[in-house]
């Protein structure tokens, strides 16, 4: 069982930039795929990025291509993602998880992912 815990959200003006981290234990990170999603209040929770095992092939929504990038390093059992030209849209709680199933990375949606974090808040606002 893998266990997810993000952090670095926080409060960041429009434009601005923020890193999340997802640290993760207890499971072969290096062999998941792993995603990020976000929810916003009242919406569903959507896909944003992902990568596969090995961190060389990245996936994003269009939403946040060109602002966001995903990484990941499997020594240090680690999924980060920069978020550079924050727009108050992207206000939402930020979730990692992992897919035993796409170690690809490829095809990711919320109902397919094995394991999660308990999310990180990024409110963007002036």
């Known amino acids: 069982q893998v266990q997810l815990v993000e952090s670095g959200g926080g409060l960041v003006q429009p434009g601005g930039s923020l890193r999340l981290s997802c640290a993760a234990s207890?499971?072969?990170?290096?062999?998941?795929?792993m995603g990020w999603f976000r929810q916003a209040p009242g919406k569903a929770r959507e896909f944003i990025a992902a990568?596969?095992?090995?961190?060389?092939?990245?996936f994003y929504a269009d939403s946040v291509k060109g602002r966001f990038t995903i990484s990941r390093d499997n020594a240090k059992n680690t999924l980060y993602l920069q978020m550079n030209s924050l727009k108050a849209e992207d206000t939402a709680v930020y979730y990692c998880?992992?897919?035993?199933?796409?170690?690809?990375?490829?095809?990711?949606?919320?109902?397919?992912?094995?394991?999660w974090g308990k999310g990180t808040l990024v409110t963007v606002s002036s």
């Open positions: 207890g499971g072969a990170f290096s062999s998941y795929g």
């Open positions: 998880a992992a897919d035993s199933k796409r170690p690809d990375g490829m095809g990711m949606n919320p109902d397919g992912m094995d394991y």
């Open positions: 990568i596969d095992w090995s961190g060389g092939t990245p």
